[in-house]
């Protein structure tokens, strides 16, 4: 098969996974409202943290504030999806216990990866647009005047990226271990944002959690949007954002994919590719 | 002779088993030091099988079969020896191979349960590049011969254990294989589905000239599709040849049925009775006496019916792994 023929066979090949997961989200529609909810109710328990303040006597803007922590619950929540689907490469397939026929079929692995990263960010970023849009104007009805979504748009889009690529080295834990793998999915969720200021500042950070913020995605995608809603900064003003978050991605996605193959090597040995581990 | 479809040359696969006594005792003490056992699942087999050759694999549980075809499929890797499919190394994941070969396990599936088993034959046509109109003429046809028109819009999961297995069938023969691996397609099915699903597989060999390697604990199957055994325990292989030569390579001894018109009486002088119903009498006799002893029963006994059988290839198979324990 010439070069164009195999680039063509994986990309429909990532197309099917693709199709696949819009199947599977159409099936638990109705779940995944229900889920939403909870998603919303939980980003309103963090956003209803500076009325707290104000009602207490605490002097700050609420309006910023419940802006700024909005925006990171946002994030916290878009990344949870990301890491979800692609955890779910391997657990949910193994629940299924469709995964030895998943890795027997004739797609390479960045390409299997590519369609669940693809149809994650896209479910995401829709998700991630609903929850920013029932937060902040139906039920807080914030004020954002100078606001660029564009530009907070694409940040977002280009961090997708560096998760993604993260998310795939994660998603080699359930390979590994298939009763606890899932659980550190989330483990590694929350050590990404806590040390990239999802509700705080990373300045108030120890100074070695500000190391670790520097090469973390997060810190690029919460300022770069931050900066974009809050301060109406446009994508041209963005680059000190965008070009780290690119690396970023340059690194983790070769990184992610090198770390999988390794996984699915060790379960090949080890006889742990199937539906009970 | 053309190159064979499966050629395996003293292929061995350990795993590496953690083990321990019971008791939080002994669960603590596995914390720091944890004692494995090595496990040989598939010690040192060798066979080939011709293209467009059906071969039943049978053994026990546990006695290497699935280890054995998911090597060959790639899913697990080697630990030693050599492993060739249509030319290829499994473990190498090369598209050629994957688009030419399939794994049906009776107790796995590669349909989503929550799909209509529709939408994952497009998932299966989108990866394995079939084009559109031989996808739909091969679905189309596969169909009819299962006669499962009716059941691939329903979610999977809404299938019955026998639905579902053909529907897996199609969805894992849509790409036409050449290279068949089997494991269990019939668990778990009545006897008329298991029928049914025999008269599938040797229908689609003969259309595609594909190379099956069957196992099943069905004997029924294997007597039905295979000419040629191969029989593995503890995971080396005890015999390797034709189903027929099985029976008279290992058992000693042949079974005569007869039914006589006064009645069943004592046939003990002709033989062993190892069954009696009603007016029918099972003996077991030397194999090489057979011919004499259902000559002195024709000439004494008042004889209506008569049957001079192999023992059933179950006792065989049991007979081959009774011996094995003895060496």
């Not at chain 1, 910023?64 to 990344?79: D, N, Q, S």
């Not at chain 1, 509700?199 to 090469?215: D, K, N």
């Not at chain 2, 040192?44 to 694999?57: K, N, R, S």
């Not at chain 2, 329903?154 to 691996?181: A, D, N, T």
Request: proline fraction near 4%; charged fraction near 20%.
């Amino acid at each position: 098969m010439s070069m164009y023929g195999t680039m063509r066979a994986e990309l429909v090949g990532a197309g099917g996974v693709v199709e696949r997961n819009a199947y599977l989200t159409r099936r638990y529609i109705w779940w995944d409202l229900a889920w939403f909810a909870w998603t919303v109710a939980n980003t309103l328990t963090i956003v209803f943290i500076a009325k707290g303040i104000e009602a207490t006597g605490g002097s700050l803007n609420v309006n910023e504030t419940m802006t700024t922590l909005l925006i990171g619950a946002v994030v916290w929540a878009y990344l949870g999806i990301l890491f979800m689907f692609l955890m779910e490469t391997v657990s949910w397939e193994r629940w299924e216990g469709t995964i030895e026929y998943t890795f027997m079929a004739p797609l390479s692995r960045a390409m299997h990866l590519a369609g669940q990263g693809v149809f994650a960010i896209l479910y995401g970023l829709v998700r991630a647009t609903f929850l920013f849009v029932v937060c902040a104007f139906v039920f807080f009805d914030l004020s954002m005047p100078n606001a660029d979504y564009f530009a907070a748009f694409v940040v977002l889009v280009v961090s997708s990226i560096s998760f993604i690529g993260i998310g795939v080295m994660m998603s080699v834990l359930p390979l590994i271990s298939p009763e606890k793998g899932p659980q550190l999915g989330f483990v590694a969720q929350g050590t990404l944002l806590v040390v990239s200021g999802v509700y705080y500042p990373v300045e108030v950070l120890p100074q070695w959690m500000q190391w670790i913020a520097t090469i973390s995605p997060a810190t690029y995608a919460l300022d770069g949007i931050r900066e974009a809603i809050l301060e109406g900064q446009g994508l041209t003003a963005m680059w000190d954002e965008i070009w780290p978050l690119l690396i970023i991605g340059a690194v983790s996605i070769p990184l992610g994919l090198w770390i999988f193959s390794r996984g699915e090597q060790y379960a090949k040995k080890h006889g742990k590719l199937k539906r009970s581990g | 002779m053309s190159e064979a479809a499966v050629h395996v040359a003293d292929l061995r696969k350990t795993f590496d088993v953690p083990e321990r006594e019971a008791g939080l005792r002994a669960a603590t003490k596995s914390l720091v030091r944890r004692k494995t056992k090595e496990v040989r699942a598939v010690d040192g087999i060798t066979f080939d099988i011709a293209p467009g050759e059906i071969v039943g694999f049978l053994g026990p549980n546990g006695a290497g079969k699935t280890t054995t075809l998911k090597m060959l499929s790639g899913l697990l890797y080697t630990t030693s020896g050599k492993a060739r499919v249509l030319g290829h190394v499994p473990s190498k994941r090369e598209r050629e191979f994957l688009r030419r070969i399939s794994l049906v396990m009776g107790n796995r599936n590669q349909l989503q349960w929550d799909l209509p088993a529709l939408d994952s034959f497009e998932l299966n046509r989108s990866i394995y590049q079939i084009p559109r109109d031989d996808f739909l003429a091969t679905r189309d046809e596969l169909i009819e011969l299962l006669e499962i028109g009716d059941l691939v819009r329903k979610p999977v999961r809404q299938l019955s254990l026998g639905e579902r297995m053909k529907v897996e069938i199609v969805g894992s023969l849509l790409h036409r294989p050449q290279v068949l691996f089997l494991d269990e397609p019939t668990i778990g099915l009545d006897v008329t589905m298991q029928k049914r699903i025999r008269e599938f597989v040797a229908a689609y060999r003969e259309r595609h000239g594909a190379t099956v390697m069957l196992t099943s604990h069905y004997m029924a199957d294997v007597e039905a599709l295979c000419e040629r055994v191969i029989v593995i325990h503890h995971g080396r292989i005890l015999f390797d040849g034709d189903l027929a030569a099985l029976a008279s390579t290992v058992a000693a001894w042949k079974t005569i049925a007869v039914a006589l018109e006064n009645g069943a009486g004592d046939l003990s002088a002709y033989g062993e009775v190892i069954h009696r119903d009603g007016d029918l009498v099972t003996l077991r006799v030397p194999k090489a006496d057979t011919a004499r002893l259902t000559a002195r029963l024709l000439a004494e006994q008042e004889v209506l019916d008569l049957n001079v059988e192999d023992p059933p290839i179950e006792d065989v198979i049991e007979l081959v792994f009774a011996r094995e324990i003895e060496e």
